[in-house]
């Protein structure tokens, strides 16, 4: 069953089939458009391999954002369940699917499975997923799944949140990149040089840090935008290729393409340490250090590692360290 509230969503459905059901939903406040499709998955053979056959066969836009939950009926590892056995053919196939979508799964917080049998000594098990397009991780990054409490069914409701940003930390994060910049050890200098006033030689070094920490965050700051350079240097030499498929390029137009392409491999060389600081992997090839994939997988590390925030009885959210202790008592 999949129902919408149109005063939010206008709601048209695509697809309907015994597997599952496709709508379109545009809202009402942006114009924004996205995909859903709520699944169930059967139990026996041979319609599983129908299933898999006709999940498999969805065709995603690179550009478009799609969002697939329901009970599945797979795992997708022996892990997904708390005794051993299971059928790894039926895992390997689902994985199959799951790859050939290039879909990103969405992790679910607080909780190691979503059905059980209900019994005495119960078996357990993930069979409830939920997954999105790689551009949907782009434009909602800060998609959760949180469990909810299981009354009737034998499966565990889960909502879904979604936010379009990820709140920043208030922890300190020293870029890499910023070691490149000519004037990073100037700053570096002018802090640590500062003279402290502190009776013991750890006090002093503290001091020192914190300080410095305050003088790289405000320099930071002042840094250009990578990715409104990078657009700029584009356009630059897309102009001057441009111009020269119709005349020779002067001497000083060759020479400003060559500077800028230079300047257009530093930044690049900026941004692809950005990135392989939060999402580390030793496969870059040539032109894929900006690429959506990289984008998309460190945000699904955030995912991952993100704890969500306590809430008390009145569903006001505890941030401070008092009130989570209080809430722990």
């Known amino acids: ?13 695509l697809d309907k089939q015994r597997f599952g059901i496709t709508a379109r939903f545009t809202s009402m406040h942006n114009s924004e458009t996205w995909k859903l499709t709520s ?37 997708r590892s022996m892990e997904n369940r708390n005794r051993l056995g299971g059928n790894l053919h039926d895992t390997l196939l689902f994985n ?42 782009n434009i909602y990054r800060m998609t959760e799944v949180i469990p909810l409490a299981k009354v009737t069914s034998d499966d565990i409701p889960c909502k879904i949140m979604i936010n379009t940003t ?35 030689s750890a006090s002093n070094l503290a001091a020192k840090l914190k300080r410095l920490r305050y003088a790289l965050k405000a320099w930071s700051k002042s840094l250009s935008n990578l990715n409104q350079l ?15 498929d119709r005349r020779s390029l002067f001497n000083t137009e060759a020479d400003l393409r ?30 894929d250090e900006c690429t959506k994939f990289f984008h998309a997988m460190a945000t699904i590390s955030f995912r991952r590692n993100s704890i969500s925030q306590p809430v008390n009885n009145d569903g006001a959210t505890i941030q401070d360290h008092a009130g989570k202790a209080d809430l722990m008592r």
């Open 1 to 13: 069953m999949l129902v919408w509230n149109s005063s939010a969503f206008a709601g048209i459905v």
């Open 39 to 75: 699944v169930y998955g059967p139990c026996t053979e041979p319609a599983r391999l129908e299933f898999v056959s006709w999940f498999r066969g969805h065709e995603i836009e690179e550009e478009e954002d799609w969002l697939f939950i329901g009970d599945f009926n797979f795992y």
């Open 96 to 137: 199959d699917a799951i790859g050939h979508l290039g879909l990103v799964e969405l992790p679910l917080k607080c909780r190691a499975y979503t059905w059980s049998n209900m019994q005495q000594n119960p078996l357990l098990e993930q069979l409830d997923w939920f997954f999105t397009s790689v551009n949907w991780t």
């Open 166 to 200: 990820i709140p920043r930390s208030n922890l300190f994060r020293f870029e890499n990149y910023w070691t490149e910049h000519n004037d990073y050890y100037s700053v570096v200098q002018d802090s640590w040089s500062q003279s402290e006033l502190h009776p013991d």
């Open 230 to 244: 990078i657009n700029n240097c584009n356009t630059v030499i897309l102009f001057l290729d441009t111009l020269e």
């Open 258 to 287: 060559k500077i800028v392409k230079e300047q257009m491999a530093r930044l690049l060389h900026f941004k692809q340490l950005y990135w392989k600081k939060r999402y580390t992997v030793n496969r870059i090839k040539l032109g």
